[in-house]
Nanobody, 124 residues
Framework: VQLQASGGGLVQAGGSLRLSCVAS????????MGWFRQAPEKEREFVAA????????YYGDSVKGRFTISLDRDKNTAYLGMSSLKPEDTAVYYC??????????????????WGQGTLVTVSS
């Protein structure tokens, strides 16, 4: 499975962005997908995830109520809608795929494949 993330950019605080992650290759009957982010000199942090059916979503505490993850199963694409952005949301955002349809999706160990990352910069 290959993942291609896109949609990052520069936005002012309070603004919005939408990230996309397209999965290609052998995705079987479906894959769960998640987003993590890593700011300079910080550890990679869980942001959001959606299970392979698209019916369950999970969010990190720092983004709850501001970010929305969704999954288009026909397109094998996950979206991360981000609103009310803050300077502390600045980071490289990575998408990841869970090919084993695990029940836990908020840890790095839950994922089998990773995309290359897309940079989100929020100016104050």
């Amino acid at each position: 499975v290959q993942l291609q993330a896109s949609g990052g950019g520069l936005v002012q605080a309070g603004g919005s962005l939408r990230l996309s992650c397209v999965a290609s290759g052998d995705t079987g009957i479906g894959i769960g997908m998640g987003w993590f982010r890593q700011a300079p000199e910080k550890e990679r942090e869980f942001v959001a995830a959606v299970c392979w059916t698209g019916r369950a979503t999970y969010y990190g505490d720092s983004v709850k109520g501001r970010f929305t993850i969704s999954l288009d199963r026909d397109k094998n694409t996950a979206y991360l809608g981000m609103s009310s952005l803050k300077p502390e949301d600045t980071a490289v955002y990575y998408c990841a795929a869970d090919a084993r349809r695990r029940g836990v999706l908020n840890t790095r160990d839950s994922y089998d494949y990773w995309g290359q990352g897309t940079l989100v910069t929020v100016s104050s």
